[in-house]
């Protein structure tokens, strides 16, 4: 037995079909997303190997990269703060010996590379997400419109 529940505006999106499915011992519960796909990907006899490749993974890769983008940034943090500990060299070296002799423009220009470090590693992420995901919500363009927007 399928009923079909919708959430949200109706048929926006295929995603938002949730199904309500009977399993082996009658009991019927709703499965919405990637377990739908899996399903209908093991009805149609996929293997799980392609059903990982073509189905989890690209459910997972949005998540993926939003966990990469937020440990670049932290990974910049972590590095100067690390330097500051205990480093004869390095941008955090650099800007405590700065700031120590009261140079105001080194430490200007030492931060100012790190934030151009930082967005460099970020916007790098952000231009993989973009090839790898395009499908994704997070990579519409704020001037355009979808069909289910209208």
Same mark, same amino acid.
């Given at each position: 037995?399928?009923?079909?529940?919708?959430? $949200?505006?109706?048929?926006?999106?295929?995603?938002?079909? #949730?199904?309500? !499915?009977?399993?082996? $011992?009658?009991?019927?519960?709703?499965?919405? +997303?990637?377990?739908?796909?899996?399903?209908?990907?093991? %009805?149609?006899?996929?293997?799980?190997?392609?059903?990982?490749?073509?189905?989890?993974?690209? %459910? #997972? @890769?949005?998540? !993926?990269?939003?966990?990469?983008?937020? +440990?670049?940034?932290?990974? !910049?943090?972590?590095?100067? =703060?690390?330097?500051?500990?205990? #480093?004869?060299?390095?941008? $955090? /070296?650099?800007?405590?010996? /700065?700031?120590?002799?009261?140079?105001?423009? $080194?430490?200007? #220009?030492?931060?100012? !590379?790190?934030?151009?470090?930082?967005?460099?590693? /970020? /916007?790098?992420?952000?231009? @993989?997400?973009?090839?790898?995901?395009?499908?994704? =919500?997070?990579?519409?363009?704020?001037?355009?419109?979808?069909?289910?927007?209208?």
């Amino acid at each position: 037995m399928t009923a079909p529940v919708l959430s $949200g505006p109706p048929l926006a999106r295929a995603r938002t079909i #949730a199904t309500a !499915v009977r399993d082996a $011992g009658g009991r019927a519960f709703i499965v919405g +997303g990637w377990v739908r796909d899996a399903l209908l990907g093991r %009805s149609t006899g996929a293997g799980a190997w392609r059903l990982f490749v073509m189905i989890r993974l690209p %459910s #997972a @890769l949005p998540s !993926v990269f939003t966990g990469l983008k937020i +440990g670049a940034v932290n990974a !910049v943090t972590g590095a100067v =703060v690390a330097e500051f500990v205990s #480093a004869d060299r390095g941008l $955090g /070296y650099l800007l405590q010996e /700065y700031n120590g002799n009261m140079q105001t423009g $080194g430490v200007f #220009a030492a931060v100012a !590379v790190l934030s151009a470090v930082g967005l460099a590693v /970020y /916007y790098t992420i952000e231009f @993989l997400e973009r090839i790898s995901i395009p499908w994704h =919500v997070s990579q519409r363009g704020a001037g355009r419109e979808s069909a289910s927007d209208r």
